[in-house]
């Protein structure tokens, strides 16, 4: 059972960046990344149950920590009007 | 037994995740249904997952990551609509494939 949902988190990763990354508006992307963030999250959650890992589960944490921080930095430099001040 | 249910139920969210991101032309369409379909998926996945686990070590951390994906995830989406917003996609949005 765990297997197929890592299995099918993988290919909507995989959809995700291959439709979204390479449009045009930059949003897309920012969509893209918080949502291939949020599927690392639970792609890491559902290997370590998977595994029996523990220390796997702390991963997660921290990756869900370092994506929420990464998209509300890039959308604040995006808001500010990107590198051409 | 609840734990499968809820694993396949999850699956039927990341299937609709798909589609959506594919089939909605406009920008805001997609920012919205893609990312409720994900937090639904994320909140389904977890308390399958807590179930399959039992109550040891586990369960509390995915707790932890539960309550942090549910603060978290809406707000992102929220913080990148605010900045498509006030950057100019205006509300009707242009119907680009």
Known sequence: MLKITIILLIISMLTTSIRMVFRATIWDKLLALNLISAKTILLLAVYAVYKDNIFLLDLSISCGIIGFLGITLLSRFILRGGRQK | ?97
Do not use: C, Q
Request: glycine share 6%; net charge positive.
């Open chain 2, 1 to 97: 037994m609840i734990s499968n249910l809820l694993l396949i139920l999850s699956w039927i969210y990341i299937i609709f995740g798909i589609i959506g991101i594919f089939r909605f032309s406009n920008m805001y369409a997609r920012l919205l249904t893609s990312s409720k379909i994900d937090t639904a998926a994320t909140i389904t996945i977890l308390i399958a997952l807590m179930f399959k686990s039992g109550f040891n070590l586990f369960t509390l951390r995915l707790v932890i990551l539960l309550t942090f994906v549910l603060i978290t995830g809406p707000v992102s989406n929220h913080i990148i609509a605010r900045s498509a917003y006030l950057n100019g996609i205006n509300l009707k949005g242009e119907d680009e494939k």
